[in-house]
C-alpha cells in the first residue's frame, strides 16, 4: 500500500512538471511573434501577429482531429495510420503523465515547429495560404516526421534514432520548411539591388525582438527539461546544458560578427541565442555541460557563415534567419 502512494505521488509530481513546461512551451508563442514583430517592418505588424496567433489556433485543431493519432496510433513504421480525435497511445513515449497532458504537451511542440516557418516567409505570405499551411503542417507534414522518432514502431525509432526534444522532429523539420517556403515565395522587394547585392531590411524594434528572444530562453528550459517527463537528475541536466549551449551560441556569434563586420549588434546577440538553443535540444539530456558548451560554441560560426553564403550566391531572403538557426542549427 506504502510503494502504492508513493508510486502516486511521483506520478503527480511528474504530471504537475509536464503540465508548468507545456505552458512555457506554449510561451514561446509570445517570444516568437515578439522576435518576427521586431525583426519585420512596421506596416506588417498586424499581419505578423495574426499569423502568429491563428499558427496556434488553426494547428490545435487540426492536431487534435487528426495528427495526434497519426503521430501516436498504430504505424505501418513510415506513415501513421488516420486515427481521429486524438485516440493515439500516450503510453508510446510515456508511461508516468495521463494521456490529455501528454496530448497538450505534443500540441503545444507541434504549434512550435509550425511557427518557425512564419518568420522565414514574412512581410510575403497570404493570410489565408498560411491558414492552410498551418492546417497541413500540423494535421499531417509533423505528425508524419513524429511517428517515425517518437512512436515506438517508428522506423527511425525501431533504428535506434533518439531525439530528446525534438532537435529533428521540431526544429529541422521546421527549418526545412522555413527554406522551402523562402525559396519558392523569393526576396521582398527591395532586399537585393540590381547587381543582387544583399540590402538590409531594418525591423521596426530590435528591443522588442531580445525582448522575445529572451522569452524563448525562459520557454527553452520547459522545452528540453519538459522532453524527460520525469521531474529527475536528467530534467535537470538537460536545462543546464540548455544555459550552456545558448549563453556559447550567444557569445560565439558576437565574436564572428566582431570579426566579420566590426562590430556586434543585438541582432546578433539575439540570433545566435536561438541557433544555441536548436543545437543543443537534440541532444539535451544525452550529453555532458562542458560538451553542450562546445556544441553552442561551434553552431553560431556555422549558422552564419551558411547564411552569409545563403545571401550572397542565392538571393535567398529569410527575415528571421529562421533556415539558419533551426534547419542549420
Not at 499551411?133 to 525509432?157: D, E, F, T
Not at 521540431?170 to 527591395?190: E, M, N, Y
Amino acid at each position: 500500500m506504502l510503494y502504492e502512494r508513493i508510486d502516486l505521488m511521483i506520478m503527480s509530481a511528474d504530471t504537475i512538471w509536464i503540465a508548468i513546461c507545456t505552458v512555457l512551451v506554449f510561451f514561446m508563442q509570445t517570444g516568437f511573434a515578439m522576435l518576427e514583430t521586431g525583426f519585420t517592418r512596421k506596416k506588417n505588424s498586424c499581419n505578423v501577429i495574426m499569423k502568429n496567433i491563428m499558427d496556434f489556433a488553426v494547428g490545435s485543431i487540426f492536431y487534435w482531429i487528426l495528427g495526434f493519432g497519426i503521430m501516436f496510433g498504430a504505424t505501418t513504421g513510415v506513415v501513421g495510420v488516420i486515427d481521429l480525435f486524438s485516440n493515439g497511445d500516450c503510453s508510446a513515449a510515456s508511461q508516468t503523465i495521463p494521456q490529455p497532458v501528454f496530448m497538450a504537451w505534443q500540441l503545444v511542440f507541434c504549434a512550435t515547429s509550425a511557427t518557425i516557418v512564419s518568420g522565414a516567409m514574412a512581410e510575403r505570405t497570404a493570410f489565408k495560404s498560411y491558414l492552410i499551411y498551418s492546417a497541413v503542417m500540423s494535421a499531417v507534414v509533423y505528425p508524419i516526421s513524429g511517428c517515425w522518432i517518437w512512436n515506438a514502431n517508428g522506423w527511425l525509432a525501431q533504428l535506434g534514432f533518439h531525439d530528446f526534444a525534438g532537435g529533428t522532429a521540431v526544429h529541422l523539420l521546421g527549418g526545412s520548411a522555413a527554406f522551402a517556403g523562402a525559396a519558392v515565395l523569393g526576396a521582398r522587394i527591395g532586399k537585393y539591388d540590381k547587381k543582387k547585392k544583399s540590402r538590409a531590411i531594418l525591423g521596426q524594434n530590435i528591443p522588442l525582438a531580445a525582448l522575445g528572444a529572451f522569452i524563448l530562453w525562459v520557454s527553452w528550459f520547459g522545452f528540453n527539461g519538459g522532453s524527460e517527463f520525469k521531474a529527475d537528475a536528467l530534467a535537470a541536466l538537460a536545462i543546464l546544458n540548455t544555459v550552456t549551449a545558448s549563453a556559447a551560441g550567444m557569445v560565439s556569434w558576437l565574436a564572428v560578427e566582431r570579426v566579420h563586420t566590426g562590430r556586434p549588434t543585438l541582432v546578433g546577440a539575439s540570433t545566435g541565442l536561438v541557433a544555441g538553443l536548436v543545437v543543443v535540444t537534440p541532444g539535451a539530456g544525452f550529453v555532458e555541460p562542458w560538451a553542450a558548451l562546445v556544441m553552442g560554441l561551434i553552431v553560431s560560426p556555422v549558422c552564419y557563415l551558411a547564411i552569409s553564403h545563403l545571401k550572397t550566391k542565392f538571393g535567398y531572403d529569410d527575415a528571421l534567419d529562421a533556415f539558419g538557426c533551426h534547419g542549420i542549427g
